[in-house]
């Protein structure tokens, strides 16, 4: 069964602090994964895809299939980074595509 | 150009009854899928459809249906209301080719409370 895990419920850092958001997944297909932050009173919003190997808003996420893992970081922490955030993989069941989402991390950046 | 549009985006109803929520996708996305969100799930898959057709179905009991117009709008329907539907309801709607996945681009949801 795919399963998404993000054994962090709760994160809080300094400003201008490395964080590092945990996601592990199980999956037995090709893997495509993704990132997506919501910020407070904002819609949910793709922050960056696996296959991509982009860097948005300073954040990398690298996918590290012996570990299945897909972990986010970011050198600095900034304050407008608080933000709940989720961990999705996309999964092909039956020919049919689905996301599948961590219970995500609410990270927390502290003045 | 115009995003995911949902409505309404709140309702309030009353355990037994039924209610119709509705999403617009992205011009030209053919795929809209429907999650529940409530802080003690998170984020749980309803259904997808694409061109019509629902390709795909998560772990919710019948009284949850839903449906996708030529246009590709799409609505989805709760019968006899619990309590324990009231959630934020999301609806996204991605550009799917074969073997590739561009993400998902998710609504302002429909906040459903049930008294």
């Known amino acids: 069964a795919q399963r998404v895990t993000q054994p962090e419920k709760l994160l809080s850092v300094f400003k201008g602090a490395p964080v590092e958001l945990k996601c592990n997944y199980s999956y037995s297909g090709s893997p495509e994964l993704f990132w997506y932050v919501q910020y407070s009173r904002q819609r949910l919003q793709l922050l960056l895809r696996h296959i991509s190997r982009e860097s948005i808003k300073g954040f990398t996420a690298d996918l590290n299939k012996g570990e299945t893992s897909f972990h986010l970081k970011k050198p600095f922490a900034q304050e407008e980074d608080s933000a709940m955030y989720y961990c999705?993989?996309?999964?092909?069941?039956?020919?049919?595509?689905?996301?599948?989402f961590g219970q995500g991390t609410r990270l927390t950046i502290n003045p | 150009k115009a995003g995911v549009t949902q409505t309404p985006r709140y309702l309030i109803k009353t355990r037994g009854q039924q209610v119709t929520l509705s999403c617009s996708p992205i011009s030209g996305h053919r795929s809209v899928s429907w999650y529940q969100q409530t802080p003690g799930q998170g984020l749980q898959f309803l259904f997808e459809y694409f061109s019509e057709t629902q390709r795909n179905k998560g772990n919710f009991p019948g009284r949850f249906s839903g449906r996708q117009f030529s246009n590709s709008r799409s609505e989805m329907n709760v019968s006899t209301l619990e309590l324990g539907d009231s959630a934020l309801y999301l609806c996204?709607?991605?550009?799917?080719?074969?073997?590739?996945?561009?993400?998902?681009?998710f609504g302002s949801g429909t906040r459903l409370t049930v008294v």
């Open positions: 999705a993989l996309s999964a092909e069941i039956q020919g049919a595509q689905k996301l599948v």
């Open positions: 996204a709607s991605s550009h799917r080719v074969v073997g590739a996945n561009y993400g998902y681009t």
